[in-house]
Every structure is written in C-alpha cells, then in structure tokens.
C-alpha cells in the first residue's frame, strides 16, 4: 500500500517557517527582524547591530532551519549577567610571611587578614515571557535552566542591560526583583540527518 506524503513546496516551507520564526522571535531575550526569500533568512538583532545571512537547508524541517539560528543568537547577541560571589579565606604561611616583609606589618596584624576571592557565575537570559513578566534564565557554569517571575516590567530589565546597566548591576537588580519558579529539566532530542 502507498501513502502519500505530504507534498513538500518552498512557499509552504516559508510560510511556515515565517510563522514558527515570529512565535520564537517574540519570546527571545533580543530585538530580531528578518527577512527571507527562497532560500536564505538575513535575521539582524536590532541592540547590538549584529546579523546574519542564513542558506535554508530545505532537506531539514523548519524546526531544524530555527535552531541553526537560535545556536547562533545563543552564543553572539543573548544577554549575559554576571553574579559575583566574595568569599574570604586565611593566608597561607609563606603568603603572610610575604606580606609581612613587603608591607611592615606586624604579624598579629597579618594574620587577622584574610584573601578575598571573587567567584563569578555567568548567566544568559534564553526566553521571555513578557506578559507573565517571566524569564528562563541558564547558568552557565553548571548550565542548568531556571525559570524566575519577576516584580518588575521583564521589557525594562531587558532595556537597561542592553542599554546601561554593567552585567554585574543588572544580575544585583535581577536577583533584588526576581524569585525562581523552577528548573527546567531538558530532554535532547535526537539531531536531524
């Protein structure tokens, strides 16, 4: 018995992929516009001026052409804040015997010093959810994904980092404004051929 697939044609192929591609668009972390033609899709992300010409790959699914470019936005125009996390530990001997004879400190001085360390975590808003004033957020030292509702306009926090805020401020008001709703457990899906 023969059953007949669904015919495949470039203006379905566009049609639907302008579609999926406005849906994914609205809910990404940048400003996007695009423009396609048979076969390519010039996507520009408005805040940083950066864009990208993209050949269709007609042999692959929509699903497959938009996560080509989603890699690409991930990695050159999503934005990024930077907690920083201080912490203190004692000097080792041989450290404190340094700064003893290089600073003319008393040694009940020294060792009352402590070294500050300064650990920082990067973290890449991935979704927006503008209505609902949610963001799905990675780490991406452990690179685990959290969602977060914030108590203030998400569209402003987006503004400020992109516009004014240094990466280490926007995460101080993120964490301020924000409370997390859960992980999100991932599930890969297998690549396309």
């Known amino acids: 018995m023969l059953v007949k697939d669904e015919e495949f044609t470039v203006e379905g192929f566009l049609s639907l992929f302008q579609k999926k ?12 516009s ?33 996560k080509v470019i989603k890699d690409w936005l991930l990695e050159n125009t999503y934005p990024i804040m930077i907690e920083e996390i201080k912490s203190y530990e004692d000097y080792s001997t041989d450290e404190l ?34 209505k609902k004033d949610e963001l799905f957020i990675r780490n991406l ?15 402003i926090l987006l503004k400020n980092l992109r516009e004014k805020w240094t990466q280490t401020y926007a ?3 993120f964490k301020d404004k924000s409370v997390i709703l859960n992980e999100i457990y991932e599930v890969e899906e297998p690549e396309e051929e």
Not at 21 to 32: D, G, R, T
Not at 42 to 49: D, P, Q, R, S, Y
């Open 97 to 130: 015997e340094k700064i003893i004879s290089e600073n003319n400190i008393k040694p009940e001085q020294a060792v009352l010093m402590k070294k500050e360390r300064i650990e920082q975590i990067s973290w890449r808003i991935e979704r927006i959810l503008v």
């Open 171 to 173: 995460y101080s008001i």
């Open 34 to 66: 695009f423009q396609c033609d048979i076969d390519h899709v010039l996507v520009t992300e408005k805040g940083t001026k950066k864009f990208k010409d993209f050949k269709f790959d007609h042999s692959k699914s929509v699903k497959y052409n938009i």
């Open 141 to 155: 030292n452990t690179n685990k994904q959290f969602r977060f509702k914030l108590s203030m306009p998400s569209t």
């Open 21 to 32: 591609f406005s849906n994914f668009a609205s809910k990404s972390p940048v400003l996007i």
